[in-house]
């Protein structure tokens, strides 16, 4: 039998989510809660891996067992064993042919910028922050010229592991709200550090180090060196993973509220 979980967790304590032969990633305490339940050990496969310091709102894994439980075994039972700072939301049976990472067809994250010159207190690990203004329009502009299909080299962490550099970005957004600015990108997937790397690129345009046009300049050059440095960890979330109707998911995921409000609903998986 195979089960799917929706999952929220605040990344901060954590050295990311693979798990680790020390312990300390969510995946550790994930398999760990889970396998209390179950009263066996349990494996878990995630739709997208995080790195430490990195937020969730909607991670999807599955795993599958032999025992029984209810749903709500599931999600309250597993909770019970879990650090504050993990969650899981709701859980699902699925077809065995369901996989968290493979059935997805895009993934979506959302990267949170304090942009004052005060340094954050009650967002603290929560957003990043850049202290000199920002100009929005011009990186909105920057934004635009990175959507559809590209080799996004100049973006890739020399760690990445992915087997091409090719994605399609189908969203890119930069809107202000007040002293926060909210990064909105949504991909078939991304590649290791692609999120963070873009935001690094996009407030050298804002700060004016660079005109709009040279995000352009930096996917035909396909070269990191080029690009800006890799942005803090904290000010992003994986926000949540599209699935085709056929897997009949009801795995809902989080709504915008609090820090990351921003008057617009995340769509729901599935």
């Known amino acids: 039998m195979r089960i799917a979980l929706g999952l929220e967790y605040e990344g901060s304590g954590f050295c990311g989510w693979q798990s680790q032969a020390g312990g300390g990633a969510v995946q550790n305490v994930v398999e760990s809660a889970l396998s209390v339940v179950a009263d066996a050990p349990i494996r878990v496969v995630c739709a997208g891996r995080t790195d430490a ?45 369901f996989h968290a990472r493979f059935s997805a067809r895009g993934r979506r994250y959302r990267y949170l910028l304090l ?6 207190g009650l967002m603290a690990r ?30 890739r962490s020399v760690e990445c592991q992915a087997k091409s550099p090719v994605k399609t970005l189908r969203r890119a957004d930069v809107v202000r709200h007040g002293d926060l600015l909210v990064f909105d990108f949504e991909a078939s997937a991304f590649l290791h550090h692609m999120v963070r790397n873009l935001v690094g690129a996009l407030v050298y345009v804002g700060k004016g180090a660079h005109a709009p046009e040279w995000l352009g300049e930096l996917l035909a050059g396909r070269d990191r060196a080029r690009a800006a440095p890799t942005f803090e960890s904290c000010g992003l979330y994986f926000v949540g993973v599209d699935y085709d109707p056929q897997w009949n998911l009801n795995i809902a995921a989080a709504q915008d509220h609090l820090l990351w409000s921003t008057g617009r609903t995340t769509p729901a998986l599935g």
């Open 53 to 97: 310091g990195v937020h969730a709102l909607a991670q999807v894994v599955h795993f599958d067992t032999e025992v029984v439980r209810p749903d709500t075994a599931w999600v309250r039972g597993v909770n019970a064993h879990l650090p504050a700072s993990v969650a899981v939301r709701c859980a699902q049976t699925v077809a065995d042919d």
């Open 115 to 120: 942009n004052r010159a005060e340094r954050p």
């Open 126 to 155: 929560r957003v990043g922050w850049f202290h000199r203004p920002l100009d929005v329009a011009a990186m909105a502009a920057a934004a635009a010229l990175l959507l559809g299909e590209h080799d996004f080299s100049a973006f």
